[in-house]
């Protein structure tokens, strides 16, 4: 069964230092990987996604992530931080296990200090 | 791009009633959606997966009696929380894809049960 790691349950940066938020993941088949974010009381807005090809992967808002197989890793990455990334980021897998089933991890909230 | 849209946003009901919860992809046809709860500051549970003309699969610990789904045709799938009481009071959300990795995720409906 798929599973996904998300290390730290809160990050905090100050605005305009480097973002890292760490995932790592667990998958039998050859996996899907996504980076959520949700700002208080929204919905999901998907910010980017790793399917297969480039693993280097550059999403909205400036923040890329990597995909590392050999450390089962996609960390999301952001050299700026703004106040507006203050948030919750979800890492997320999704594989053919299930139908395609989405696991979210558990979440990392971002803090930006001024 | 794909677009879900759930309905009602927001519901409040009276302990014991039944409330439905719809869940529409609106540009697309799709084969599989899944249904989430999100407890407060807290991540994304997957409660079933659903698809369309056949019965849900829900996950471990999820009351197949209490959440009521179905997926009645490529395009709708509405969850019934029956007889609910105050501990259903959650964030529903729903995603809707088309048999590959990526899904579409719906604006959430928040329930309250007073």
């Known amino acids: 069964a798929q599973s996904v790691t998300q290390l730290d349950s809160h990050v905090s940066v100050s605005e305009g230092t480097p973002v890292l938020l760490r995932c790592n993941y667990s998958?039998?088949?050859?996996?899907?990987l996504f980076w959520y974010v949700q700002h208080p009381n929204k919905g999901l807005q998907l910010l980017l996604k790793?399917?297969?090809?480039?693993?280097l992967v550059k999403g909205i808002n400036g923040f890329e992530a990597e995909f590392k197989k050999s450390e089962t890793s996609f960390h999301l990455t952001k050299p700026s931080a703004h106040m507006s990334d203050a948030a919750e980021y979800f890492c997320?897998?999704?594989?053919?296990?299930?139908?395609?089933?989405?696991?979210f991890g558990a979440g990392t909230r971002l803090f930006v200090k001024a | 791009g794909a677009v879900v849209s759930q309905h009602p946003s927001r519901v409040i009901c009276k302990s014991g009633t039944s409330v439905k919860i719809e869940c529409r992809s609106l540009?697309?046809?799709?084969?599989?959606m899944f249904w989430y709860r999100q407890f407060p500051k807290k991540s994304l549970m997957l409660m079933a997966t659903?698809?369309?003309?056949?019965?849900?699969?829900?996950e471990q610990g999820v009351e197949k009696d209490k959440f009521l789904i179905n997926h009645a045709s490529l395009t709708l799938s509405t969850l019934t929380v029956t007889s609910a009481h105050p501990e259903d009071s959650s964030f529903y959300i729903c995603?809707?894809?088309?048999?590959?990795?990526?899904?579409?995720f719906g604006p959430g409906t928040r329930l309250t049960v007073t």
């Open positions: 998958s039998s088949y050859s996996p899907s």
């Open positions: 995603s809707a894809g088309q048999g590959n990795y990526e899904q579409y």
């Open positions: 997320v897998v999704s594989d053919r296990q299930g139908g395609f089933k989405t696991i």
């Open positions: 659903s698809n369309e003309g056949s019965k849900a699969t829900y």
């Open positions: 790793y399917t297969s090809a480039a693993t």
């Open positions: 540009d697309f046809q799709a084969t599989t």
